[in-house]
C-alpha cells in the first residue's frame, strides 16, 4: 500500500519561516561539510542511516504522524 502526500492536510505553505530557516541552517552546514569532506560533521549533522524498505517506511510514517498532531 502506498501512502500519499496529502496537501489539503498537512499543506507546506504553512510551514512558519523560523521551520524554513532552521531547515536552511542545517542544509547549509551539511553543504558546508561535504565541500570540505568532513566525515565527522557529516555524521553527526545526518540522522541514522536507513538499510532497508521496512525502516523507509515506518519513518515516514512516524514523520506523517508528528506533522499530523501538530496541525
Known amino acids: 500500500m ?16 523560523s521551520t524554513i530557516f532552521k531547515g536552511y541552517k542545517v542544509l547549509k552546514r551539511l553543504s558546508d561539510a561535504i565541500d570540505r569532506f568532513d566525515m565527522k560533521a557529516l555524521e553527526q549533522l545526518s540522522g541514522d542511516t536507513i538499510f532497508t524498505r521496512t525502516q523507509l517506511k515506518v519513518e515516514a510514517l512516524a514523520e506523517i504522524e508528528v506533522a499530523t498532531k501538530s496541525y
Open 2 to 17: 502506498e501512502e500519499r502526500y496529502n496537501a489539503n492536510k498537512l499543506p507546506l505553505g504553512k510551514l512558519s519561516k
